[in-house]
């Protein structure tokens, strides 16, 4: 079992920056890809970020070049965490974001793996 907690979210102007974290424990060496996701009311689950355990870094084309997601899963740590860093927010980033671990790229689309509670970004003048 693998659990994730994130913190982060809050709400912020057009064109601030938030960052996102998300600390999974439990078996975590059954981790390959972590990654965030997004999912508004009526609409599918869509990908932001996510990177696997060699550092391989994907991201939604609607969030390149303003979004960075890193991790640190130091071999000696008991715990694995990532991060998205989001820099020039605009209003439809708006949403809630959730924190996905699993052992299958692209898995968490399909919403295997395991979820973070969610975490609201808000993005208002």
């Known amino acids: 079992q693998v659990q994730l907690v994130e913190s982060g979210g809050g709400l912020v102007q057009p064109g601030g920056s938030l960052r996102l974290s998300c600390a999974a424990s439990?078996?975590?060496?059954?981790?390959?890809?972590m990654g965030w996701y997004r999912q508004a009311p009526g609409k599918e689950r869509e990908l932001i970020a996510d990177?696997?355990?060699?550092?391989?870094?994907?991201?939604?084309?609607s969030v390149k070049g303003r979004f960075t997601i890193s991790r640190d899963n130091a071999r000696d740590s008991a715990k694995d965490t990532v991060k998205l860093q989001m820099s020039s927010l605009r209003r439809e980033d708006a949403d809630v974001y959730y924190c996905?671990?699993?052992?299958?790229?692209?898995?968490?689309?399909?919403?295997?793996?395991?979820w973070g509670q969610g975490t609201q970004v808000t993005v208002t003048s």
């Open positions: 996905n671990a699993g052992g299958v790229v692209g898995e968490g689309l399909r919403g295997y793996g395991s």
């Open positions: 439990g078996r975590i060496s059954s981790i390959l890809v």
């Open positions: 990177i696997t355990s060699r550092g391989t870094r994907r991201y939604s084309d």
